[in-house]
T-cell receptor, first 111, second 115 residues
């Protein structure tokens, strides 16, 4: 069983819709949670970084962490075609530790 | 924008050839990483380095080797390429001191096809 599970998609939404992405994990030692965006033929880029449980908002992006359920989410409001990409969750047990990635969810935002 | 570079971007090579994938960063980061990513699959850590002359194997077993002679340079070498090595290789770097948190910056990747 993988430590981090993520639905591969694709998730297709109309422009302006809310995109909802999530990951589940099995290891309760994970403390730091990240979301990366990866465009086709590019390397991943960090979108959101959160520590422990709670919410974090940055512009159109909101990240949520529920450690009791071992579940993290990313919401994208007012989605744009430029948001079409693969979104990867990642987590680590301590700051500076190696990251464990989910498999990524491919998102398509249609104009 | 992250200053981390990978060359070549694409490489098609025959079985048995020796190849070196280059990775350089100009941010002065201590930590560098190599990941392998197959299409639609998660990133698997194959090598990492926490500084000059420090290298460790990652979570995924790999026949490749790495070296870290200079802070900015972290090349990956395959002595004898095989079709099973066909994949995308991503290099990343990070510095906890600079960013205050573990932010890994990724290069654009090298897509390797071994025939």
């Amino acid at each position: 069983q993988k430590e981090v599970e993520q639905d591969p998609g694709p998730l297709s939404v109309p422009e302006g819709a809310i995109v909802s992405l999530n990951c589940t994990y099995s290891n309760s030692a994970f403390q730091y949670f990240m979301w990366y965006r990866q465009y086709s033929r590019k390397g991943p880029e960090l979108l959101m970084y959160t520590y422990s449980s709670g919410n974090k908002e940055d512009g159109r992006f909101t990240a949520q962490v529920d450690k009791s359920s071992k579940y993290i989410s990313l919401f994208i409001r007012d989605s744009q075609p430029s948001d079409s990409a693969t979104y990867l969750c990642a987590m680590s047990k301590a700051a500076g530790n190696k990251l464990t990635f989910g498999g990524g969810t491919r998102v398509l935002v249609k104009p | 924008e992250a200053d981390i570079y990978q060359t070549p971007r694409y490489l098609v090579i025959g079985t048995g050839k020796k190849i070196t994938l280059e990775c350089s960063q100009t941010m002065g980061h201590d930590k560098m990483y190599w990941y392998q990513q197959d299409p639609g699959m998660e990133l698997h850590l194959i090598h990492y380095s926490y500084g000059v002359n420090s290298t460790e194997k990652g979570d995924l077993s790999s026949e490749s080797t790495v070296s870290r002679i200079r802070t900015e340079h972290f090349p990956l070498t395959l002595e004898s390429a095989r079709p099973s090595h066909t994949s995308q290789y991503l290099c990343a770097s990070s510095d906890l001191r600079t960013s205050g948190r573990e932010t890994q910056y990724f290069g654009p990747g090298t897509r390797l096809l071994v025939l």
